[in-house]
Structure formats: C-alpha cells, structure tokens
C-alpha cells in the first residue's frame, strides 16, 4: 500500500512550471466552456425567437391572403346568393359554375361543401365532387371534412392539414379559410399551400446551427491557441482574437440588416405586382357590372358599389403596406423625396402637422446610408405617433461638412432618456447608424419635446468628395 501511495504521489507531483501552467490554463479552459455553453444557448433561443417571428410574419401574410380571396369570391356571389331562396336550384348551379371558374395561381381554387358532408364544388379535384366526404382526415389523421364545416356554422375561420398539391400530387401542409353560406347549408372556403414557408423556416434552422457549430469551431480553436501560448509564453490573453470576434459578430449583425431589407423588398414587390393588381382588376370588372345592372334593379347596384368601394380600401392597403416595407421612391428617387412621401402620409394618417425640409436631391449616398436613414426617420415617426402626444413634428435633411444629418424634432410630452427607457426601436436606430461609422444623439426632456440626430459620414457618399457640403 505504501509503495502504491508513493507512485501515485510521485504520478501527481507536478513541477513549478506544470503547477503554473495548470493554475493558468484550468480557469481559462473552464471559462472558455462556460462561454462556449452560454454563446451556445443564447444564440439558438435567440435565432429561435427570430425564426418563429419570421414564420409567424410569413403564416400570417398567406392568412391575410386567403382572407382577401374570399372575400372576393362572396363578392363575386353576392348578387346571386343575396337574391336567392334557400331551394333556389338555379342560383345554386350559377354560384357552383361561378366559384369553379374562379382559379388562381398554379394551386389556388375554392371549394364547397354542403352542411352533410358532400362536396359540390372542387375545379382543380373534380374526382371530389358529388360525393360524401364526412369523416375524411389527412395522413395524420386530422380531421378534414368535418372540422371545415363545424367552422363555416360558426361563422368562419382557419384550418390547417396535410392535403395533396393539385399540380404534382405530392402532399404538402395546407391552410384554408372556410366560410358559411347559412341560407344554403354551404361551407365555402378556399386554401394555400405552405410549403415555402415551412422550407424558409427549416433553410433558416439549419443556417443557424450551421453558424452555431462554427462558432463553437472557433471557441475551441481559440481555447486550444490561448492554452499553447499559456503553455510556451505564459500569455493567457489574447486580445487580437477578441477582436475577430468583434469583426465577426458586426458582420453576421449586417449580414441580418442586409436580409431583413431584402426580404422587406421581395415582400413589397410580391404584394405590388400579385395583389394589387388582381384586387384591380376585379375593381374594373366590378365597376362594368354596376353601370349595367344600374340599368335594372338600384339594390344590385348599391351592393356593387359597396364592394367597389371596400376593394378600393384594400387596394389603398396593400400599396400602404408595400410602401412601409419598401418604398419605391426610395430606389427610384432617392432619399429625400421617399423622406417626403413618409412625412406626407405620416401627417395624413395621424393629423399631426409635419414640415420637411432639404437641399437640391442628387441622390449623393449610397444605398446602405439612404436604407438607414430612411429606417431611423420611419422608426422615428413611428415613436411620436404612439408615444409622444405632439401636435407638431419638424423635419430636415442637410448635407454638413462632416456628412449628412437627419433631425426629427417635435413638441411632445418627451422623456428621460436612459438605459432603462431605451427600447428595442432605439436600440435598432443606434445600432444601424453606427454600422454605417456614424453618430446618433437624442435629447429630450419630460414635456420638453424630443430631437432625434443622426449623422452619416461622408465616406457613404458616392462620386467626387471635394464639395464643401455634402447634397443629399
């Protein structure tokens, strides 16, 4: 026992160099861990948080979607079913033959169920029609048929299952909108498929975790460089690989901005040229429809022009909606008069009155500093709309010596400005402008009103930098 207690003493007797290698490398390899586990963690529940704001942004855009569909489908049948008796067998076939021809898309079409389970109208899937599909469930066995109906006679809403793609057959997740004609014991609704969403979603997890193994790499890698330098120098600090690290969180922070804008501008181009284009032309067909039933009964017309009328609304929306996420003047014009469009309809919405002043435009910044900056005005406005109480709200847009200078100023009810107070909105702001190398200052004061500055450099302006003042 004595001499096994000798060679494990002898085994474990380290020299002075060994003992400070030891008390140098074992905090740092536990630290190193400890970071590794908490980057780790905090990085997936963070990307998890943004791909599940982005998967819920995405579903409820294809809900709006369908929701819009319908609505112009009841439209489209409203003369016949409004006019109509319960028993009234020809307005049934006419809203059948009127709902068959109404496709869209590759996928899109609408289709109708009786209260008792039969399947009346269904264009893309006539083997479908005629019979009785009470009971029917998808591969998982969610419930189809009956659950569709069950919601038109409460009134309508959202159902999702696996269903087969009409154009290749192959099944695929599916949401519909479902609606009751009640009259007739009719569940109408219409549905979309989500396949590209689930893929963007599950392309974004695996483009995250792939960063995630990476950056795990490069912890290790780190770890492994700091213990031989610990090892053949006693160094335990290695500053130049803090600063890749910096170097490559502010990229993979761009990397996020420059998708986010990219996103916003396929977003706004889809609803621009899909959408709005459809919802005017069903505006059209409609206004031809009012001048000649006008002839006839004036009830059919007043109805036609309430329609008119809501899809002039929902036409106004959409394009609303395609210039918030990306305005068109702004690539095509530049930034001041996109600054001058978000003011105009910023005072038009709100009632607030709003002055905004520039120089001579020659559109001199490039698209990184007219996106920020256009951003940090939107993200400013948008504070003094739900925060503020102003009446007034001055804007400006200058070139300067040192760049230039957007200042949003009004007369509100202001605040302490804190860490504490500092939300994500002002966050974001100050994020996006110093990406750009440039300075954002924000003074304000309980009741004194707000001013917001930001300045970019001049190194963001394209062409000849000689001018004395930059022009925006």
Avoid: C
Wanted: proline share 2%.
């Amino acid at each position: 026992m004595s001499t096994l207690a000798q060679r494990l003493r002898d085994l474990f007797a380290f020299s002075y160099g060994q003992k400070v290698f030891l008390v140098a490398s074992l905090p740092l390899v536990l630290a190193v861990t400890l970071i590794s586990l908490v980057v780790t963690n905090q990085s997936r529940a963070l990307a998890e948080r943004e791909i599940q704001g982005l998967e819920g942004q995405l579903i409820q855009a294809k809900r709006d979607e369908l929701k819009n569909y319908l609505s112009i489908a009841r439209t489209a049948i409203v003369n016949t079913y409004g006019l109509a008796a319960p028993d009234d067998e020809a307005a049934k076939l006419k809203v059948t033959q009127d709902l068959s021809a109404m496709l869209y898309g590759q996928d899109g079409y609408f289709f109708v169920f009786d209260y008792d389970g039969n399947n009346l109208v269904a264009p893309r899937q006539t083997f479908l029609i005629g019979e009785n599909w009470s009971g029917l469930t998808d591969i998982n066995g969610v419930a189809i048929t009956d659950e569709l109906i069950r919601i038109a006679r409460e009134g309508g809403g959202y159902h999702s299952f696996d269903w087969p793609k009409p154009s290749d057959g192959a099944t695929e997740r599916m949401i519909v909108y479902v609606n009751g004609l009640q009259d007739w014991r009719w569940a109408m609704g219409t549905g979309i498929f989500i396949g590209d969403v689930l893929q963007t979603v599950a392309n974004a997890r695996a483009d995250v975790e792939a960063r995630i193994r990476q950056t795990s790499y490069y912890i290790v890698g780190i770890a492994i460089a700091a213990l031989i330098g610990v090892f053949l120098s006693g160094m335990v600090i290695n500053l130049r690989e803090r600063r890749l690290a910096d170097a490559k969180l502010k990229d993979l922070t761009q990397r996020i901005i420059d998708t986010q804008e990219e996103e916003r501008g396929r977003v706004a181009r889809e609803l621009h040229d899909g959408i709005s284009q459809m919802l005017v032309g069903v505006r059209y067909a409609l206004e031809l429809s009012r001048r000649r039933v006008g002839m006839g009964d004036a009830r059919a017309a007043d109805s036609l022009g309430k329609g008119i009328d809501g899809l002039g609304g929902a036409i106004s929306e959409v394009r609303r909606i395609s210039r918030d996420l990306r305005p068109g003047v702004l690539d095509d014009l530049g930034l001041g008069p996109a600054l001058k469009s978000l003011t105009d309809n910023f005072a038009t919405r709100t009632g607030i009155a709003v002055t905004f002043e520039t120089v001579v435009f020659r559109n001199r910044l490039d698209e990184e500093a007219r996106i920020a900056l256009y951003r940090i005005a939107q993200e400013a406005l948008t504070n003094i709309e739900r925060h503020a109480e102003a009446t007034t709200v001055d804007a400006s847009l200058k070139g300067q010596r040192n760049g230039a200078v957007l200042r949003i100023t009004d007369n509100g009810q202001g605040f302490r400005s804190t860490r504490s107070t500092r939300g994500l909105g002002l966050r974001n702001m100050q994020e996006r402008i110093e990406q750009l190398g440039g300075t954002m200052r924000i003074t304000s004061d309980r009741g004194q009103g707000t001013t917001v500055e930001a300045t970019v450099p001049l190194t963001h302006m394209l062409g000849p930098q000689k001018q004395k003042a930059l022009v925006i």
